[in-house]
């Protein structure tokens, strides 16, 4: 962390290091285990969401990021999903971040 760096700022990073790590998972021929990343004080942490299914898992890491019972500065939840272009299904990476003053964040600060 830059000293005086902003927390959005912050977040873009977690988010570009977490979309590093999942294309590399990808790349690997993986199944791509949703996943956050959080920041608190500067220590970043990479927590792998584990369920009974993928819906489960990301299910949790949203109700993690709404909650925020581990009082972190910022969230970025990271799973596979599909989107529709000219009619067409394709593969996709979703990134919704969080960050947070003061306790819990009803709505991301981004989705991608």
Do not use: K
């Amino acid at each position: 962390m830059t000293q005086g760096e902003g927390i959005f700022r912050r977040l873009l990073r977690a988010a570009g290091f977490g979309v590093a790590h999942a294309v590399w998972c990808i790349g690997d021929d993986e199944v791509l285990v949703p996943f956050l990343i959080q920041e608190r004080e500067g220590a970043r942490q990479l927590i792998c969401l584990e369920s009974e299914n993928l819906e489960a898992c990301v299910a949790d890491g949203r109700r993690r990021q709404r909650e925020n019972a581990d009082c972190m500065e910022l969230s970025v939840l990271f799973c596979d999903g599909y989107v529709t272009i000219a009619g067409a299904e394709s593969d996709a990476l979703i990134v919704e971040g969080f960050e947070y003053e003061g306790g819990a964040a009803d709505a991301p600060a981004f989705s991608l």
